[in-house]
């Protein structure tokens, strides 16, 4: 199925999130489309995509997105079921990057070193988008901003937002570095639901 979509960056966001996970694991991006379905009908409709897109600070052509989301949607059904998402995904890693999965589990087999230096770059990926100011560090306000833009209740008091901060910083400076950070998410468990 061919897909064409231009996604680019909104100019007044100062993430650095991208569309470059090719290693995501089917429990996180099972995770993905649970937080991009606002309503949990189990049902990503073109609405909830566009504004999942537009809150990590990526703009799509709204013609363009309906026209490739609506080309996964099975008859019958008002938005992608979790596997439609899935072969959505998997079809964007091939027309963005060059990316299939067979293509991909052959060079992990064979290139653990590879494996790790995409890990170590989705890692730095994600880091962009909570360090909004790029000063190498989360503080507290920057996580609270992205938890509230993703519509986590854990946003919303600054305290709440504090104790997780200190929970992964090992200096104790009030902050998260890289290194803390790239900790935090190799110890992350997702459990299925």
Do not use: W
Not at 16 to 40: E, G, H, M, T
Not at 46 to 61: H, K, M, N, P, R
Not at 97 to 113: P, R, S, V, Y
Not at 135 to 141: L, T
């Amino acid at each position: 199925m061919a897909t064409n979509i231009t996604i680019t960056k909104k100019p007044s966001s100062n993430s650095s999130f991208s569309l470059r996970c090719p290693s995501l694991n089917a429990l996180r991006l099972r995770r993905i489309f649970d937080v991009f379905d606002k309503n949990a009908d189990g049902l990503l409709t073109v609405d909830e995509f566009s504004q999942a897109l537009s809150l990590l600070g990526l703009d799509a052509d709204r013609s363009e997105l309906e026209t490739m989301v609506e080309s996964y949607i099975q008859p019958g059904n008002a938005g992608l079921r979790f596997e439609d998402f899935e072969a959505l995904h998997r079809s964007l890693n091939d027309v963005f990057f060059g990316i299939d999965d067979n293509n991909l589990e052959a060079a992990e087999q064979d290139n653990e070193q590879a494996r790790a230096s995409q890990e170590e770059s989705d890692l730095k990926e994600a880091f962009k988008v909570f360090d909004e100011d790029g000063d190498g560090y989360i503080s507290a306000r920057e996580l609270q901003t992205v938890l509230r833009k993703l519509g986590f209740p854990e946003g919303i008091e600054l305290e709440r937002v504090e104790k997780m901060i200190s929970s992964v910083d090992r200096n104790s400076d009030g902050r998260v570095d890289f290194l803390e950070f790239k900790d935090m998410m190799r110890s992350v468990v997702v459990l299925p639901y």
